[in-house]
């Protein structure tokens, strides 16, 4: 099993770009997360997914969207970037048959907004 | 709302000199307090998982203790590769499957 993958690892946008992160888990996880983690604020919720076809925000859910099409995806988007979204963007998924309670995350995507 | 405070931001130690790592958290009813390390560059690598008062958890050289309000990761006979953040996290009765994650403690094990 690969677990949780994130796609890219790097990228550096101008203001105003959009761009999508990928998220891919192979761990048939019905829950999934998107978290952004900057110097001195811990880990933050920005949105979540409690099954495929349903998303739900976070705590600092403004200038990003999701869709979870497909269980095994959750996408990021971000429709015009700004740089206070330059940040350290993580994904994670959790919940499987065997109902273990935790979340596993992905390696982090860097994404930097000149 | 859920908070999770932890303590110190950063602790240095010799390479055998065992140390606690301190996590205090307000919850609406406790459904999980989580532990882990994240390496620099990399993702969060979960560790243990407390659900109630009184439990205890151990891996190697590192041991996570719960009471009602605060959570320690006792580290023994620390060695260089234990360096890394720990981070605490805590799952409310009222915020579903959400995580309220502390700043971390940042350790450093000198050789």
């Known amino acids: 099993n690969a677990g949780v993958t994130q796609t890219p690892k790097f990228r550096v946008l101008k203001t105003g770009q959009s761009m999508t992160l990928l998220c891919a888990q192979d761990?048939?996880?019905?829950?999934m997360y998107w978290y952004r983690q900057d110097p001195g604020m811990g880990l933050r919720l920005i949105h979540y997914s409690v099954g495929e076809g349903t998303t739900a925000k976070g705590e600092v859910p403004d200038g990003y969207n999701v869709s979870r099409l497909k269980k095994q995806n959750f996408l990021l988007g971000l429709e015009s970037a700004a740089p206070s979204q330059t940040s350290v963007y993580f994904c994670?998924?959790?919940?499987?048959?065997?109902?273990?309670?935790?979340?596993?995350f992905g390696p982090g995507t860097r994404l930097t907004v000149l | 709302e859920d908070q999770v405070t932890q303590s110190p931001e950063a602790l240095r130690l010799q390479e055998g000199e065992s140390s606690s790592l301190n996590c205090s958290y307000t919850v609406s009813g406790l459904r999980g307090l989580f532990w882990y390390r994240q390496d620099p560059g990399k993702g969060p690598e979960f560790l243990f998982t407390?659900?109630?008062a009184g439990e205890e958890k151990e891996k190697e050289r590192l041991k996570a203790t719960l009471t009602k309000k605060e959570s320690f990761l006792h580290i023994t006979a620390p060695k260089p590769e234990d360096s890394a953040t720990y981070l605490c996290a805590v799952q409310g009765g009222t915020s579903g499957s959400r995580l309220t994650f502390g700043e971390g403690t940042q350790l450093t094990v000198n050789p």
């Open positions: 761990m048939n996880h019905e829950y």
């Open positions: 407390l659900y109630s």
């Open positions: 994670a998924s959790k919940g499987d048959s065997r109902g273990y309670n935790e979340q596993f």
